[in-house]
């Protein structure tokens, strides 16, 4: 049943304001410009300790991701983080500064390569006035993959992040990395089984330190990695698979079994074979399929302390 109501009369906006809380605006003392406001952060005195890292994180902002596979250019959002330690004698430091830095490479068009990230963390360690600075990017990359028999196209993705710290005596280091999904056949189920094996979801996470002179815009190191880990697995994952792509891929996976241990030994030796790589870190879980558990496997190699 529908009911009359009488229409309201409104207070003003106002009033409302008022009703819920807002009052008068106080005396203003204290100056506005900024030349005559007192610059805490810059105070230098004995503060006890140096900081090792101080800045911001949880920083989402867009961002474009160059790649060698298509789609070549994306655009995409960040994640960062902004980081420089902090000298004994200085009180802080000025957050607004890290993401003033970033709007202005925003801009320009910040495409997230090495040479960017390199020029982006050298400027803040000047602009913030500290011996060293750091930048970490994480964001999701996209490639085209291909069905193997009928060559049907759909788009995968794996999570890749850079890190680049630049110290005014030590110069630079870059890291990169990714998570890359693949498939895995159990051996053990293979050889003991009359017919089939068990298979799982594998997760390959790569992190490699590489030699500060190399340059991804000759290189895409994104494919790098993840040709390391799919290439060296049972099989690749794929987002449109018919039925002739799917007898292929089920076939493959069958012959070519991998343990957890075998997985980061092969990727670890593709990355050993890559001369732009110094250090690596290779981690692989599989989410088993007749298991609640996961199996785990990892391995950190550096080849700058062979002799």
């Not at 039925?243 to 891929?249: A, C, G, L, S």
């Not at 092969?266 to 990355?271: F, G, H, N």
Request: overall charge negative; hydrophobic content about 35%.
């Amino acid at each position: 049943m529908n009911e009359t109501q009488s229409k309201k009369s409104l207070p003003s906006k106002n009033e409302r304001h008022k009703l819920f809380g807002s009052v008068e605006p106080g005396p203003r003392t204290k100056p506005q410009e900024k030349s005559k406001m007192p610059d805490l952060q810059n105070t230098k005195k004995d503060f006890l300790f140096e900081l090792d890292a101080v800045g911001i994180s949880n920083v989402k902002h867009p961002i474009v991701v160059p790649s060698s596979i298509k789609p070549q250019n994306q655009t995409t959002i960040g994640h960062f983080y902004f980081a420089s330690s902090i000298s004994q004698e200085s009180k802080g430091t000025n957050m607004s500064r890290f993401t003033q830095q970033l709007q202005a490479y925003y801009k320009k068009g910040f495409k997230v390569n090495i040479p960017t990230m390199k020029e982006f963390t050298k400027e803040l360690q000047e602009r913030l006035k500290q011996k060293d600075a750091e930048l970490t990017v994480e964001f999701p990359w996209f490639f085209e993959r291909e069905a193997p028999y009928t060559t049907e196209a759909g788009m995968n993705h794996a999570d890749a992040w850079m890190k680049v710290m630049y110290h005014c005596e030590d110069g630079y280091d870059v890291k990169v990395g990714l998570n890359a999904k693949i498939t895995t056949l159990c051996p053990c189920s293979k050889e003991i089984s009359e017919y089939s094996a068990h298979n799982q979801r594998g997760n390959v996470m790569i992190e490699v330190t590489l030699d500060p002179s190399f340059n991804d815009e000759e290189i895409d190191w994104k494919a790098l990695l993840i040709e390391a880990a799919e290439s060296n697995a049972s099989a690749r994952i794929h987002p449109v698979l018919k039925r002739p792509d799917e007898k292929m891929v089920t076939e493959q996976a069958y012959e070519n079994p991998r343990f957890v241990e075998d997985m980061v030994r092969l990727v670890s030796s593709d990355l050993y074979e890559m001369d732009m790589v110094q250090k690596f870190h290779v981690k692989c879980i599989n989410e088993e399929s007749i298991h609640l558990h996961d199996a785990i496997a990892s391995i950190t190699y550096d080849k700058r302390k062979e002799q």
